[in-house]
């Protein structure tokens, strides 16, 4: 799939026969995937006499249209819920006159562009949706949700980031969540709306991206870290978490203790929940995924773990399909919720939504994964107790990202993928810069190491390799390198060396293949197998991969914010 594309073409012959004549229900008796015959991408075939625009308004009885309305209201938003921030009620976008509500904007606005995915041997090829968690305080209604007056009308931040991945083949969904705490340099942008192009930075927070032009900065600055393609992204504010938190009329969460989100000072989110499992809805559900001091160590890495667990919730209670049966209700809420929703010029209109929400649907509850990029607290001068990636586990959970690899270990059952790394150049032609990153301050650097390990390059047929005189400390050996296009090589030389393949990492810092020998290889013409991550096909356990299926999820309460 290209940039900006959405699958599900037979989608839209139903959304517009649907907003002309009333919904038949009868595609969808057996629920998603039964009833309905399906073509060869596993998609519900649309009659051949309906698609054609057949039949008379309103024809058949009553009773059976409206059900049909109220079971695909129910349907869509079980799946569009997964896409927005902590929320629900996007699922009810299949109203045309909604369209207007959505605000639009350009899904790139870096100078970088992204590269196409590639097909698997069916053909098939994943889509990565970006969703953004704005803080912006523009609104009466965003400024009473949010408090802090004095950035009333200010920048606003991207402080929620995930990027959703549904698999080539529809099978699973991997999630993965950059905390707004992340120090990293975001790219060059350009904001569409005035010209004005904003320099690349230095060290930075990611939630600054937001105010560099817009969403798309975000997604650039995404790109940049991750080179994992992104098809779209989805941004919602308070407001909006609120008015479709309100649709799905409470959320179960879990606390282990009493906990109040309040410190002396007046900080917190100010959620207030016994011990055990409650409901939450509307202003609490905001509350709940705000909260920061109350839960775990009090940090962001905590706040982001709390919203996986009600995400999760939040889609295993939809797709009970025991709520949402007040279409009058959903159109009031979805007329909130779209006023609050901004997406990228490929997701813009309800026919779009709706083709998106048929692809996310086919995926089972528990082949949903959430993780957190793995991060390390930041040492660098004004970011203490900020966080950056925490290397290589980083590169592993967005290499499988890339490679499609699910999160979970579990084997497709359709069809198996292609081969998605481009093939290497002869190792004769590979040109690698090798570097003597084995510097500790208790055993000082290897001397002449960069030489060593270039020779041995060197009788491997990588002629090429040659010594940099340039040091760069690493607790562990990386390969890195500039671009897409010498993914495949910097894979084999790692491949070469025996370093593991989740210790290739993407890097805008080097021109070319460059090898650093890491403080783990001090000696040796064999990178030592103790060192090397065992890659069992899973996320590594420092990304706190959560189970959508999960139901004993329940988060911890710091100490000092609990009461009786």
Known sequence: MGQGSVRGEGTRDRVRHADERGWDDSLYEDGPGGGADRD???????????????????????PRVRRGKRRVLRWVASVL???????????????????????????????????????NSAGQTPLNILLIGSDARDSKANQKLGGARETFDGPPLADVQMLVHLSADRSNIS?????????????????????KTYRATGWTLTNES???????????????????????FMMVDFAGVVSMADAIGGVPVCVRDNVHSHTSDGKGSGLKLREGT????????????????????????????????YMNSMVRELRKNTK??????????????????????????????????????????????????????STRPGFQGKVEPKQPDAEQLFRMVREDVPLDGKASKRKPPAETKDAAAPTDEIGVMVRNGTYTAELGSVRGRATEVADVLDGKGFTEAKADTQS??????????????????????????????????????VSGVTLVVGA???????????????DDGKAPESARPLNGGDDTACMDVQPGFTWE
Not at 81 to 105: D, V
Not at 340 to 359: H, R
Not at 520 to 533: H, I, M, Q
């Open 278 to 309: 409650h409901p939450v809805k509307g202003e609490q559900a905001l509350q709940w995924l705000r909260t920061r001091y109350g839960f775990e160590d009090g940090t962001d890495l905590a706040r982001t773990h709390a919203q996986h667990m």
């Open 210 to 232: 937001l105010n560099r032009g817009g969403p798309g900065c975000t997604v650039a600055a995404w790109y940049e870290l991750t080179g994992i393609t992104i098809d779209h």
């Open 520 to 534: 783990d290889w001090r000696e040796g013409a064999a990178y030592p197998k103790d060192a090397a991550t065992q």
């Open 175 to 195: 999630v993965i969540s950059m905390p707004r705490d992340t120090v990293l340099k975001i790219p060059e942008c350009q904001d569409p709306e005035n010209g």
């Open 81 to 119: 819920s997964l896409l927005i921030i902590g929320t629900a009620g996007a699922g009810y976008l299949y109203y045309r006159h909604l369209n207007g509500n959505i605000k639009k904007a350009e899904l790139n606005l870096g100078k970088q562009a992204m590269v196409e995915h590639k097909a």
């Open 324 to 377: 949402l049966t007040d279409p009058n209700k959903l159109r009031k809420l979805a007329e909130a919720a779209t006023s609050a929703l901004t997406v990228d010029t490929g997701l813009d209109t309800v026919t779009k939504l709706y083709g998106l929400a048929e692809e996310l649907q086919r995926v089972p509850t528990d082949r949903i994964t959430m993780t957190t990029m793995p991060n390390f607290y």
């Open 40 to 62: 060869e991408r596993g998609r519900a075939a649309v009659p051949a006499a309906r698609s054609a625009g057949s039949g008379r308004r309103g024809s058949g009885p009553p």
């Open 472 to 509: 760069d400390p690493q607790d562990r050996t990386v390969v890195y390198y500039p671009s897409v296009d010498l993914e495949g090589d910097a894979q084999a030389v790692a491949k070469a060396l025996g370093v593991p393949v989740a210790s290739v990492k993407k890097s805008t810092e």
